[in-house]
Every structure is written in structure tokens, then in C-alpha cells.
């Protein structure tokens, strides 16, 4: 580290000596993991680069359009562009998905009918799916529940892994089982993310029983972070958020759906309404930073990834439990750090908050945010509200107060915003 560097971190932020040297140790230690992200990045940059040439992207892509957006030729384009990324049939990508939830609720809803059921088999599935899915409580909301789609949830294994054996005799046992849902990244829980070949493991049991089964898998996280997405191992349908690693950091809003054409038109007559599906939808000048923020993802996502790696690092060194370790493989960008103490974890995302580019000097509390059951503290100075693919960190207020850090648009912020917010709750 050069001699301005470490002067400004003391003085301005108030870095010792001592959270200077765990840096070092850390950064040391996480280095020789880089290469293979490098090689990673490289092949998935290529993966976009092609899809762009072959769909023979140009300027009169980035054109605006109103009203109905008939034809709207930059949308439609970059739906293929995603659908040859995604090595499936057919894509949706949209402004008009407000977050993630949307896209995979519409997925969900798309393809599930009355006395169909829906099997999560990575156990309880993200916090906002639940309001979706009607296992909250079952306030009178439209939830899939209330028109009559069934649930069951088979849970991990102790060790995190799929538990193929229960899966299959769910299955088995239910010929109304229409939908198995697999949740890639590991959401506010305690697990390691599901890796490509973990996903392939569900899906092949899964095909084994009935291959009329749709496999839809959130992929909320995990875009870029291997070389294979799930479609290309078999998944009928994903989806996730365009503020997170595919938007690159770039893209302001939305949300997509991929997968076989069947599923994806099914869930299009969700995004809109039945006979409407993803013809409609005028794009307000947005399609520029929709592909732009693609191009750059393989390199953002990785970025965030690293900024993972070397947190884990520093924060077990610094004696916390963290989750993934730094040297263990991962399919997705969130690294889960124990605090065990709601103090420390919230002081720790005040630190995060600290080291924003926006808002800096504002101080994030828990709230009451919507679609959450426990109050949720976020730390989140992004260009883009909310936006998680920029340095980030959240946690639901419960025990054992566990902080869930994820983003960075550059690895070098990244850095700068953990050592800040070690420092925040080391003094
Ligand atoms: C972020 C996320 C979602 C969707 O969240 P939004 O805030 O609605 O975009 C869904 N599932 C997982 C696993 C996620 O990480």
C-alpha cells in the first residue's frame, strides 16, 4: 500500500495499524485464488461479446419508444441477446419488472394453475417469495395460495447440500408436483450457494421422476460467477434482478426471465396480461444502459466476487464466523459474516454505509421494509436504490445477527469499504 494511501485511511477514517495488517495478510492470502476468476470473466465476456455480434446489436438499438412499444427493436433484440447468453430458447428482459420478486413471481404465476403444487427444495425460499408463494401468514393478497397453487419444501441436507433422496420420493409420491423451485444463492440463511453441478443433481432427479416437471431456478446472484448458467445444464426457466450482477451496475432497473419458450410466453402473460404477453412495453430510452450495463456484468460480477473473498478472509482473521470461507468455490457474490451481536452487526453496516460513494454521511437504521418479516437493516450508498451489485450490506434483524455483504463495482472499493467497517467495529 502506498504511504498517501495508508495516511488517508488513518486520518480520515481512522484505520490502525493493527486492521492495516490484517489487510495485508488477508489480500495476501485471497490473491491466488484470482486467476481462475480471471479465466472465468474472460470466457463470459466472449459468451456476451458473441451474442451482441451475432444479434447484430447497433445505435438504432438504443432508440426510444412510447405507447405501446410495438416493434420496439431494442427490447426485442436484447431479449435474444440474453436468450443466446442463457443458451435457452427464449428470454424476457424488462424495465417493467420492478425488482427480482416480480420477475420470479411472474414466473411462478405464469406456470402454475390452480391444484398444481410448487416444491422449494432448498428449503424455506427468500424472504419476499413468501408473500408470493402465501406461506406468511396468508394476508388476502392474491398470493399463489389463495388461487389454489399447492406448496411443500424439502429442505438442504445438514452439510448443505441437495437432498436428492427426499426429493425423488416427494416427487414420486405427488403427481401434482408441476414446479420445483431451486434458489442458487444463499438468500438470509446459513449455507453455502448452490453450485452449477449441485443444480444439475436436482434437475436430473428431478427429470428422472417426470420430465414434464418445470425446473425453475432463481438465479438472484449468481449470473457470470461460473462459465455454465443453470439453463445451460438443463433448467427450464430463471430468472433475478437487473441490480444485481447482470445489470452490470449500469442498468437502472428490471428484472428477466429465460428459459424454454413454452415457460418464458407463460410467464410473459404475467409481466402483462393473457394475449399481451412481452409484445407490449414501451421502453423510455433505457435499451443503451440495459446492454451497456450487460456488457460490463462478467467484469462487474467478478469485481463484487473478489470484494467476497478478500472480506471473508479479513473478517475470519479479524475472529468472526464467516460464510463462505475464502478459500472454498461459490456460486454466488454474498459473503454471509456471524456477528452474534446486533451492535456489531449493525455498526458493521454502518461502516459499509460510510464508505459509499452516496450518502456517506447519512446513517442507516433498521426499518420496516416491505416484503420483509423482521425489520431489515440496509447499508446501501448505490448509484441505483438498492442496487446490490454495488457494494452492499444487509442483514433482517434476528439472531445470530448475521450480516450478508455483497457488490462492488470495483474491487478496489470493495477493499476500502470493509476496512472501514471493521475498523467501525473493532474501536
Ligand atoms: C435479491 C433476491 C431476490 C429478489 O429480490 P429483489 O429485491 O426483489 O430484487 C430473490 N431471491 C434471492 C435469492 C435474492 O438474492
Known sequence: MIKQMKEQLTNKYGINDAVLKLYDKALNDVEGRFKALDEIREFNQLKVLNAMQEERISESHFTNSSGYGYGDMGRD?????YARIFNCESAIVRPHFVNGTHALG???????RPNDTMVCVCGK?????????GIDGGERIGSLREFGVHYNQVELKENGKPDLETIKKVLEEDETIKLVHIQRSTGYGWRNSLSISDIKEIIDCTKSVRKNIICFVDNCYGEFIDILEPTDIGADLVAGSLIKNIGGGITPTGGYIAGTKECVEQASYRLTVPGIGGECGSTFGVMRSMYQGLFLAPHVAMEALKGAILCSRIMELAGFEVLPKYDEDRSDIIQAIKFNDKEKLIQFCKGIQMGSPIDSFASCEPWDMPGYADQVIMAAGAFIQGSSI???ADAPIREPYIAYLQGGLTFDHAKIGTLIALSKILN
Not at 106 to 112: D, H, I, K, Y
Not at 125 to 133: A, E, F, K, R
Request: glycine share 4%; no cysteine.
Open 106 to 112: 411472474s414466473a411462478l404465476f405464469g406456470n402454475l
Open 125 to 133: 425460499p427468500y424472504d419476499t417469495l413468501h408473500s408470493v408463494i
Open 77 to 81: 433484440s436484447l431479449d435474444k441477446v
Open 390 to 392: 454495488e457494494l452492499s
